[in-house]
């Protein structure tokens, strides 16, 4: 949604797996500056973004990744997490910081912002102002702001490092 108000076309989309409970999702998402067309999957990531450490476990996450590809990884250790993967990957303890600001580990917040302060794709303010229309409640949009500054601005000291 940030991305759209920033003026670029997006297309995200979920697969699921046969099963109806506990199997790892995989979503994409496309951003480009000229109109989507393709409508499948993304098989030459130049990002993944792992909510779930565990999955690591059973999935190659990193297939596909494009040689200057970046895997951005809810994990406790960046360099643990470089070691498993071999690839140039970024960590951010999402679980622990979501158990800290929500009371319950929900990461999809921090990795929003993780990966947009990474990336520099779209503006704090934008992702803010996203997350305070997505939530209505007015409590749990400012717990999930605060978590998205954090993330961001954790992941933009190290955007020109990577």
Known sequence: MAAFKEGYYTLSFPTFGAEKRGTPVASFLRVSDKPIVLRDEIYSPDYVVVLDPTVM????????????????????????????LRVKAVAINATKLAIE????????????GAFAGLTGLVK????????VE???????AEKNVALIELAYREMEKRRDRL
Request: charged share 25%; net charge positive; aromatic share 4%.
């Open 57 to 84: 476990d059973s999935i190659n996450v990193v297939s596909g990744l494009k040689d200057d590809g970046v895997v951005i990884a809810n994990h406790p250790s960046e360099e643990k997490l470089r070691e498993k």
């Open 101 to 112: 600001h929500l009371g319950r580990p929900i990461t999809n917040t921090v990795m929003v």
């Open 124 to 131: 704090l303010e934008t992702l803010k102002r996203t997350i």
């Open 134 to 140: 997505w939530f209505k409640n007015p409590t749990i």
